[in-house]
């Protein structure tokens, strides 16, 4: 008997090993790659190639200068931050609204309706290229950042619409009865009731769409056509072309464009984890 339980408890604490070395085998692909990147641009041209792989001996902070002043980061990062922002206040209320809708609102069609939702979550954005180049020429929206905002959003409701109408129903329906039966009306309890424990959901989508409207690329090359329209992606591009063997400095200016959305998550990490889970209750 006493020889079992050894046993057990032995693979036990062999499967709890091979666990920890699995996540920290993905923990190195994940975190080297970002530690590399940061020390690469902490070193001069000659280190870079003699030392490729090891941290640097003597930082060179002008780095960051260097590339923030050629690349035009700053105008990038404000046109990133306008496109981002308006995007998200654009789609929250929308996709709140019809997602509350699709999860707690029986009409005819609302099955049709998820299935075209999940058509445009399926449909590569390749694909839509020119047909979106194509309307939005012809709105006369072409280098525009009303224009790069709209389609944005556009093409951001259906994931954002999933991951918030998940979130709303598995939400308990009665919170809402027992606000209407205290006078609200339907929209009301939305409004003051579910939306305010609807906030893990709302930082997912923020994070979700968000972090794929910061590093977009494809959409913003066919409809920014100057640089001073230019958004971080885009600018990247132009001076990996202009600086395509100074690797410290291209680093550097990856390190700047990566960092506010890294912020963002580990700000947010809390609120973003529970609403994933809260959402995957139900679908």
């Given at each position: 008997?006493?020889?079992?339980?050894?046993?057990?408890?032995?693979?036990?604490?062999?499967?709890?090993?091979?666990?920890?070395?699995?996540?920290?085998?993905?923990?190195?692909?994940?975190?080297?790659?970002?530690?590399?990147?940061?020390?690469?641009?902490?070193?001069?041209?000659?280190?870079?190639?003699?030392?490729?792989?090891?941290?640097?001996?003597?930082?060179?902070?002008?780095?960051?200068?260097?590339?923030?002043?050629?690349?035009?980061?700053?105008?990038?990062?404000?046109?990133?931050?306008?496109?981002?922002?308006?995007?998200?206040?654009?789609?929250?209320?929308?996709?709140?609204?019809?997602?509350?809708?699709?999860?707690?609102?029986?009409?005819?069609?609302?099955?049709?309706?998820?299935?075209?939702?999940?058509?445009?979550?399926?449909?590569?954005?390749?694909v839509l290229a020119m047909p979106v180049f194509?309307?939005?020429?012809?709105?006369?929206?072409?280098?525009?950042?009303?224009?790069?905002?709209?389609?944005?959003?556009?093409?951001?409701?259906?994931?954002?619409?999933?991951?918030?109408?998940?979130?709303?129903?598995?939400?308990?329906?009665?919170?809402?009865?027992?606000?209407?039966?205290?006078?609200?009306?339907?929209?009301?309890?939305?409004?003051?009731?579910?939306?305010?424990?609807?906030?893990?959901?709302?930082?997912?989508?923020?994070?979700?769409?968000?972090?794929?409207?910061?590093?977009?690329?494809?959409?913003?090359?066919?409809?920014?056509?100057?640089?001073?329209?230019?958004?971080?992606?885009?600018?990247?591009?132009?001076?990996?072309?202009?600086?395509?063997?100074?690797?410290?400095?291209?680093?550097?200016?990856?390190?700047?464009?990566?960092?506010?959305?890294?912020?963002?998550?580990?700000?947010?990490?809390?609120?973003?984890?529970?609403?994933?889970?809260?959402?995957?209750?139900?679908?």
């Amino acid at each position: 008997m006493q020889d079992l339980r050894t046993k057990s408890r032995i693979r036990k604490w062999i499967g709890t090993g091979l666990i920890y070395l699995l996540m920290a085998v993905f923990l190195i692909i994940t975190v080297y790659p970002i530690i590399w990147m940061l020390a690469g641009a902490l070193k001069g041209e000659n280190e870079f190639y003699s030392n490729i792989w090891g941290l640097p001996s003597s930082p060179q902070w002008e780095n960051y200068a260097a590339a923030w002043k050629k690349a035009g980061m700053g105008r990038k990062y404000l046109n990133s931050i306008l496109t981002t922002a308006g995007t998200l206040c654009l789609l929250i209320p929308v996709n709140c609204s019809a997602a509350y809708a699709l999860a707690r609102v029986n009409f005819r069609g609302k099955r049709a309706i998820l299935n075209y939702l999940l058509l445009g979550i399926m449909m590569p954005a390749g694909v839509l290229a020119m047909p979106v180049f194509t309307v939005v020429n012809e709105l006369g929206l072409i280098n525009t950042r009303i224009g790069l905002t709209l389609v944005y959003t556009a093409q951001s409701i259906a994931f954002g619409m999933y991951i918030m109408r998940g979130f709303f129903i598995s939400l308990p329906k009665s919170l809402e009865e027992a606000a209407m039966i205290d006078g609200c009306t339907r929209f009301q309890s939305f409004l003051h009731i579910i939306l305010p424990l609807a906030v893990p959901g709302l930082v997912t989508q923020v994070i979700f769409s968000g972090l794929s409207v910061w590093n977009e690329y494809i959409r913003a090359s066919l409809i920014i056509r100057t640089p001073e329209l230019q958004t971080l992606p885009l600018g990247m591009v132009a001076f990996s072309t202009l600086e395509n063997n100074n690797y410290p400095q291209m680093f550097a200016a990856l390190s700047m464009a990566t960092l506010p959305m890294v912020l963002v998550y580990l700000l947010c990490q809390k609120a973003f984890q529970k609403g994933v889970t809260a959402g995957a209750v139900k679908g």
